[in-house]
């Protein structure tokens, strides 16, 4: 299982701290199970949270704060290389221009409108997790990372869908699961499954799916399947 999402919020106003507290609860409780809960670490001054020595997946930063302000903290980030995504909370709309920077991904006015929050931690989450699938089924919505799906498998007239997280039984085709997730990075090594190529570990002729299982590659497949897999990790290397 992936590691929890690790969020930081600095303020030095207990009022603020608290009202981020309770959004960013609110907003993963609807998130969940396919996205745990994440750890929450506050903090009411930037000298407090960086004397943590922790890493953190996101910052909920006020600008104006004593001492040593968010724009310090960002320059911070930068400065060390921090893949921190920063989201500023201010009471003052000029400060925005000057609080921008590569690790900045996005901003919220005080006081702070659920709604508006809801979308930038939308943003954010996109862009540390990568993009979702919303699929309803027996009236209920399934928000499923994409990156986070390990395999599909056909069972009758159903699939499951087994993520790091959980696992969702549903009426859905093999043909839908193709054509909604991303073609580069999944493979279909069977009729019966759908691999995430970034899960797939290959033994003799079989692929690891979980814990004590494995599937055998289909022998019309393997050649097409190994050339995805090794264009696959052609494109991390390219990346990295």
């Not at 928000?143 to 859905?172: N, S």
Request: charged share 30%; aromatic share 10%.
């Amino acid at each position: 299982m992936a590691p929890k999402i690790k969020i930081a919020i600095c303020d030095d106003e207990a009022a603020g701290r608290e009202n981020l507290l309770r959004m960013c609860e609110a907003f993963f409780k609807q998130k969940e199970p396919a996205i745990e809960m994440p750890d929450i670490h506050i903090f009411a001054s930037g000298g407090e949270m960086i004397g943590a020595g922790n890493d953190y997946d996101i910052l909920l930063l006020d600008i104006e704060m004593p001492a040593q302000d968010g724009i310090s903290i960002k320059e911070y980030f930068e400065s060390n290389q921090k893949q921190t995504r920063i989201i500023f909370t201010t009471s003052h709309r000029e400060r925005v221009l000057e609080a921008f920077g590569k690790n900045v991904v996005g901003f919220l006015l005080k006081p702070l409108c659920p709604k508006i929050f809801r979308k930038v931690m939308e943003k954010t989450l996109l862009d540390l997790c990568g993009p979702v699938l919303e699929i309803a089924e027996n009236g209920e919505t399934y928000i499923l990372p994409v990156k986070r799906i390990k395999y599909i498998e056909a069972q009758d007239k159903y699939t499951l869908a087994v993520t790091e997280t959980g696992e969702y039984l549903m009426r859905k085709t093999m043909k839908f699961w193709e054509s909604a997730l991303p073609f580069q990075d999944f493979a279909r090594i069977h009729k019966s499954y759908l691999v995430n190529l970034e899960y797939f570990e290959k033994k003799g002729g079989e692929v690891l799916l979980d814990t004590g299982k494995t599937v055998k590659i289909s022998r019309f497949r393997k050649n097409e399947v190994m050339e995805k897999y090794r264009e696959f990790l052609r494109r991390k290397v390219e990346v990295m």
